[in-house]
C-alpha cells in the first residue's frame, strides 16, 4: 500500500481545553492543519485559543459538547463537517482524574471517569470511522497514561479506563488496518499540566526521584509525539502504545 499524503489535514483534538489538548492543537493549526478545538465547559480556554489563532491566522475553530453523550459527538461531528470538511485525524485528547481509595470510590466518579476517559473516546471513533473507511485512510490516536499500563494506587478507576483504552486502540488497529486507517496509544507519564496541580511538592518530588531522568514531561513534547504519529513518517505503525515518561515505566 503506497503512503497517503494528507494536505490541510482536518484534524479534532478532544479536550483540547485542557493542557495537553491546548498545546496539541496549536501544534497541529501551526503545522498547517485544519483544526476542530473541542471543550466543554472551560470557555476561557476556548477563547485564548481562538484569539491566538486570529493573531497568527491560524484555521482553529472551536466546539462545545459533552462527549459522554452519543447526540453531542454526532452534533459536533455534523458542525465540523459543515465548517471543516470530514475528520481525518482524530485525538482522542479528554480526560479526567481524582484519587480516592478504593473502597471509597463512589458509584457516580466511577461512572464519570469510565464516561470521560472511556465512553467518549468510543463515541467519537465510531463517529469518524464511517468517513474513514469510504476514504480508506485516516488517523486515530487515543491518550492513555502510564497508570493505563502499569496501574495506579488511589486511582483504580482512573487506570481501568486509560487500560480500557489501551485494549480499543488494539482492537480497533487489527479491525481498521486492511481499510487504511492507523490507530496508536499514547501513555504519557507525568506531564505538567493543570490536572496535577493537585499534588503537593513532596510528591512530585518523590515522584521525580523514581523518574530516571528527573523531571517532568511538558504539554508540547507529548503534542509533538501526537503530530509525528499522524504523520507520514509514521505510515507503519498502527496498534502501539508509545510511552513518554522519563523512564519511570520501562
Given at each position: 500500500?503506497?503512503k497517503i499524503?494528507?494536505?490541510e489535514?482536518v484534524?479534532?483534538?478532544t479536550g483540547?481545553?485542557g ?6 492543537a496549536?501544534?497541529?493549526a501551526q503545522?498547517?492543519d485544519?483544526?476542530a478545538f473541542h ?9 485564548k485559543a ?8 491560524l484555521n482553529l475553530r472551536?466546539?462545545?459538547g459533552?462527549l ?6 454526532n452534533?459536533?461531528?455534523s458542525a465540523i463537517e ?9 485525538i ?10 478504593f473502597?471509597?470510590i463512589?458509584?457516580?466518579a466511577?461512572?464519570?471517569?469510565m464516561?470521560v476517559?472511556l465512553?467518549?473516546?468510543f463515541?467519537?471513533a465510531r ?6 473507511l ?8 487515543n491518550l492513555?497514561s ?5 496501574g495506579?494506587a488511589?486511582e483504580?478507576h ?11 486502540t488494539k482492537?480497533l488497529?487489527k479491525?481498521?488496518?486492511p ?7 499514547l501513555a504519557?507519564?507525568w506531564?505538567?499540566t493543570p490536572?496535577?496541580?493537585c499534588h503537593?511538592?513532596?510528591a512530585?518530588s518523590e515522584f521525580l526521584t523514581d ?5 517532568l514531561?511538558?504539554?508540547q513534547e ?8 499522524s504523520?507520514?513518517?509514521a505510515s507503519?505503525m498502527?496498534g502501539?502504545v508509545?510511552?513518554?515518561n ?5
Amino acid at each position: 500500500m503506497e503512503k497517503i499524503i494528507y494536505k490541510e489535514r482536518v484534524v479534532l483534538v478532544t479536550g483540547a481545553s485542557g493542557g495537553i489538548g491546548f498545546e496539541t492543537a496549536l501544534f497541529f493549526a501551526q503545522n498547517g492543519d485544519k483544526v476542530a478545538f473541542h471543550y466543554n465547559q472551560n470557555v476561557k480556554m476556548a477563547e485564548k485559543a481562538t484569539a491566538m489563532a486570529n493573531e497568527k491566522g491560524l484555521n482553529l475553530r472551536c466546539y462545545q459538547g459533552d462527549l459522554t453523550k452519543s447526540e453531542a459527538v454526532n452534533l459536533m461531528f455534523s458542525a465540523i463537517e459543515k465548517d471543516l470538511g470530514p475528520v481525518e485525524i482524530l485525538i482522542n485528547g479528554l480526560g479526567y482524574s481524582e484519587q480516592n481509595l478504593f473502597q471509597e470510590i463512589s458509584d457516580e466518579a466511577w461512572q464519570k471517569t469510565m464516561a470521560v476517559n472511556l465512553d467518549a473516546s468510543f463515541y467519537t471513533a465510531r463517529r469518524a470511522t464511517p468517513h474513514m473507511l469510504d476514504a480508506r485512510r485516516g488517523v486515530i490516536l487515543n491518550l492513555s497514561s502510564i497508570w493505563g499500563m502499569v496501574g495506579g494506587a488511589m486511582e483504580v478507576h482512573y487506570s481501568t479506563a486509560k487500560a480500557a483504552l489501551i485494549g480499543m486502540t488494539k482492537a480497533l488497529a487489527k479491525e481498521l488496518g486492511p481499510s487504511g486507517i492507523r490507530v496508536n496509544c499514547l501513555a504519557p507519564g507525568w506531564i505538567e499540566t493543570p490536572m496535577n496541580d493537585c499534588h503537593d511538592e513532596d510528591a512530585i518530588s518523590e515522584f521525580l526521584t523514581d523518574t530516571p531522568l528527573g523531571r517532568l514531561g511538558s504539554a508540547q513534547e507529548i503534542a509533538s509525539w501526537l503530530y509525528f504519529l499522524s504523520s507520514n513518517e509514521a505510515s507503519f505503525m498502527t496498534g502501539q502504545v508509545i510511552s513518554p515518561n522519563g523512564g519511570v515505566v520501562i
